[in-house]
T-cell receptor, first 114, second 112 residues
Framework: DGGITQSPKYLFRKEGQNVTLSCEQNLNHDAMYWYRQDPGQGLRLIYYSQIVNDFQKGDIAEGYSVSREKKESFPLTVTSAQKNPTAFYLC?????????????FGPGTRLTVT | QKEVEQNSGPLSVPEGAIASLNCTYSDRGSQSFFWYRQYSGKSPELIMFIYSNGDKEDGRFTAQLNKASQYVSLLIRDSQPSDSATYLCAVTPSGGYNKLIFGAGTRLAVHP
């Protein structure tokens, strides 16, 4: 089965703890992304990576970190510096279709921090 | 600030009717425009994209783009209750062909 997997589906943490969200894809896509979605809001870009060992900050990178050591994997760490970490986190990957990059999403991880 | 604006809804239409979802964007340099469907509690699914002015049809869905007016819309013909979801509009920012900026979405409710 080709696709994007994220684990776990639900994650609960205490305030002050770092937590790492997993994202794996077997679509052979070069680019991968992390978004955050809050209720009633659109998706906001946290980090993205266009190739292995390279990544760029998105619009809301503060309090988050990523790595891209393998093409298939793009884990996101939510650090204790992130002030409002409770949200729905979505990983995506993209490929070039004609002149346009199409982004596809994983199933998401719902993080609750108390 | 590059923005994508959508009416939050809910847009309520009867089964079998045409649902019309609208989106405006502020960045004149945007080149590609995407529509995603998101069911409650799930991740977004790509419905279709458009990058040329005019209409693009795919089954019951038609995307319409007017770059001069900075306006993109999605028409859903013969709406079904299973089409009830939030529809997200996304655009590529100028200079960022591999990135997307999302609107907050329009909630569509199709009633029998």
């Amino acid at each position: 089965d080709g696709g994007i997997t994220q684990s776990p589906k639900y994650l609960f943490r205490k305030e002050g703890q770092n937590v790492t969200l997993s994202c794996e894809q077997n679509l052979n896509h070069d680019a991968m992304y992390w978004y955050r979605q809050d209720p009633g809001q659109g998706l906001r870009l946290i980090y993205y990576s266009q190739i292995v060992n390279d990544f760029q900050k998105g619009d809301i990178a503060e309090g988050y970190s990523v790595s891209r050591e393998k093409k298939e994997s793009f884990p996101l760490t939510v650090t204790s510096a992130q002030k409002n970490p409770t949200a729905f986190y979505l990983c995506a990957s993209s490929h070039l279709a004609g002149d346009t990059y199409e982004q596809y999403f994983g199933p998401g991880t719902r993080l609750t921090v108390t | 600030q590059k923005e994508v604006e959508q009416n939050s809804g809910p847009l309520s239409v009867p089964e079998g009717a045409i649902a019309s979802l609208n989106c405006t964007y502020s960045d004149r340099g945007s080149q590609s425009f995407f529509w995603y469907r998101q069911y409650s509690g799930k991740s977004p699914e790509l419905i279709m994209f458009i990058y040329s002015n005019g209409d693009k049809e795919d089954g019951r869905f038609t995307a319409q783009l007017n770059k001069a007016s900075q306006y993109v819309s999605l028409l859903i013909r013969d709406s079904q209750p299973s089409d009830s979801a939030t529809y997200l509009c996304a655009v590529t920012p100028s200079g960022g062909y591999n990135k997307l900026i999302f609107g907050a979405g329009t909630r569509l409710a199709v009633h029998p």
